[in-house]
């Protein structure tokens, strides 16, 4: 049975991402409000969902590993691309993973590090896919900052995700996005 007080400590790193903006859009000085990392893990699940669906994958897996990849952020500042640190990214998240584990209920606590490991690695098709709805939702943020402000934010964002689509889906859309990129000053 789950206890109130092991909620509680699971729910306050949740409310973390709703708190926290992405880094991106800081650094890029979009107006507030700007998207948090809870609205982009949101963004990025159903995104998720109907990707693993025309992909015909494991729609519940492909949520929850985007749901858990986002957990890990209330522990670290989320990281952009082109961040000098982002290689050191998964280092970090690797080490603060059993730190975080303090906060998972113990009764999801083992599928959560299974789920975040086949994240990291990104071996399986599901972390893959689950990997491009991130990216999806990122993308498809940048079109709504381009389309309020004076430059193009979407093709300064695209160089970096380009071989990160191996979908048919994924790379359909991500050409789309290319195309659609060229509506913008």
């Known amino acids: ?25 800081v650094d890029r000085k979009i107006e507030p409000p700007r998207d948090t ?25 492909i949520i929850k590993l985007l749901l858990m990849h986002d957990l890990i ?3 670290i500042d989320d990281f952009v691309p082109d961040d000098e640190n982002y290689t050191s990214k998964r280092d970090i998240e690797n080490g603060l993973s059993e730190k975080l584990l ?4 113990k009764e999801i606590r083992e599928e959560f ?24 939702d990122t993308l498809f943020q940048t079109v709504i900052y ?9 093709k300064e964002f695209l160089p970096f995700y380009k071989k990160k689509f191996t979908s048919k889906t994924g790379k ?7 195309e659609y990129s060229e509506n913008f000053a």
């Open 1 to 25: 049975m789950i206890k109130m007080k092991d909620l509680l400590k699971y729910y306050k790193d949740i409310n973390k991402l709703k708190e926290s903006e992405r880094q991106g859009w």
């Open 37 to 61: 990392i809870a609205s982009h893990s949101w963004g990025a699940s159903l995104i998720g969902w109907l990707m693993a669906k025309k992909e015909g994958q494991d729609e519940e897996k």
């Open 73 to 75: 952020m209330a522990h």
């Open 102 to 105: 303090g906060n998972i209920p």
């Open 113 to 136: 590090m299974k789920l975040f490991l086949e994240y990291q690695k990104e071996e399986t098709k599901e972390s893959k896919l689950a990997r491009e709805c991130d990216k999806l």
């Open 146 to 154: 381009s389309e309020k402000k004076e430059r193009n934010i979407l």
């Open 172 to 178: 359909k859309l991500f050409a789309e996005l290319e």
